[in-house]
């Protein structure tokens, strides 16, 4: 038999895969249930935008081709939408594609990266597999220390930061007077990849504009995803904005037509609706602040949150507490998965959904207490 363990590139033997948690099939089984409700992977509950679907459909006439046009409509529509060039725009299979492309491009073995502890784990997790070591500077008060992160950039002379903003797990935001601070103390040859996920839940007035330091030269790479807002996940769609003169280096490992012709649809199609979006931006905030007043009276401590989910400090035992609502069907995320112990990130979804978590949490915590 063959030993593939000897095959692989060095370090892969020493990484664990990304853990995915149990599948919604398998909470059923386990527990009996016909309906389980994840709230614990931060997909979009509201759904895609109205209309987007009708606009993939129109596009599956075409699947016998290549998406070349489809590519360039795509380029074209997500620089009218951020303010920029189409040229500085890199569409991916996803943002997790994406970040996988950015350290092919920027890692050798023996670099130093720095990503906040806790963060999401592929930024640790890719840069490791390119080689990299890893540099983690934990958050302070719950939120990104981009001093402490910077110094960690000098002092190991670090290639890549990886910042989320706004932050997940936490749902916090940065302003851009920390953000300016941080860029101005980087390293010569350090980029500050800046992962903007959760980015289209803020008003545009309150966003740091970092796409004007990219125009601008500075060494800034940004990542955007249709997962979250646009509730485009099972599309795998997302787009880097960099530099003109970096994006060709990108083209360069990321496959020609990486993208499908659905996905490239459905984000064009997502971006045109300008007025359903502020809509729906104000629906979600409503409903997060529905969902923080309800952990609020169940006795828990929910963080502030710009996001579509909500980080709650608690007086039980997280795991325990995550089972106790599996249980009942609702799945949530138990801070000891990403370092926050004692701590629940719970996605938010419409306010009815909320009510119901609102109850089981309190329920749940009230059987806990004894």
Not at 58 to 82: I, Q
Not at 91 to 102: F, K, N, R, S
Request: proline letters at 6%; one cysteine or more.
């Amino acid at each position: 038999m063959t030993d593939w363990s000897t095959l692989v590139a060095p370090g892969f033997s020493e990484l664990d895969s990304f853990a995915l948690g149990e599948t919604v099939a398998g909470v059923q089984a386990r527990y009996g249930l016909d309906e389980v409700v994840k709230l614990n992977w931060n997909e979009n509950l509201f759904g895609p935008l109205p209309g987007v679907v009708e606009a993939v459909r129109e596009e599956l006439d075409g699947v016998a081709l290549y998406p070349e046009l489809v590519n360039t409509a795509f380029r074209e529509e997500v620089a009218r939408y951020v303010g920029t060039k189409p040229e500085s725009v890199v569409p991916g299979h996803g943002t997790l594609a994406l970040i996988g492309t950015l350290a092919t491009v920027f890692l050798r073995p023996g670099d130093r990266v720095v990503v906040p502890a806790p963060a999401y784990g592929l930024y640790a997790q890719l840069s490791a597999i390119r080689g990299a070591s890893v540099e983690r500077v934990a958050l302070r008060e719950l939120a990104l220390d981009l001093d402490a992160m910077a110094r960690a950039a000098s002092e190991t002379s670090a290639r890549i930061v990886w910042v989320c903003d706004p932050h997940n797990p936490t749902g916090s935001a940065l302003d851009r007077a920390k953000w300016e601070r941080f860029l101005d103390a980087l390293p010569a040859g350090c980029v500050a990849i800046v992962d903007e996920a959760y980015i289209d839940y803020l008003p545009v007035e309150r966003r740091v504009r970092r796409e004007l330091d990219v125009e601008s030269g500075r060494p800034v790479v940004l990542l955007r995803s249709f997962s979250k807002f646009f509730g485009l996940a099972g599309l795998r769609l997302g787009y880097a904005i960099v530099d003109e003169g970096l994006a060709p280096y990108l083209d360069l490992v990321e496959e020609p037509f990486n993208v499908n012709c659905a996905g490239l649809a459905a984000g064009r199609a997502s971006l045109r609706l300008t007025d359903v979006a502020d809509r729906r931006r104000a629906e979600v905030a409503e409903a997060r602040h529905a969902l923080s007043q309800g952990l609020h009276d169940a006795g828990l401590e929910p963080q502030p949150s710009v996001a579509n989910f909500v980080l709650a400090r608690v007086d039980v035992d997280d795991v325990a507490l995550a089972e106790g609502l599996a249980a009942r069907g609702l799945l949530i995320r138990p801070g000891a998965d990403f370092g926050l112990p004692g701590s629940v990130r719970i996605t938010v979804g419409p306010i009815p959904l909320m009510d119901r978590v609102a109850a089981e949490v309190l329920a749940v915590c009230q059987a806990l207490r004894g």
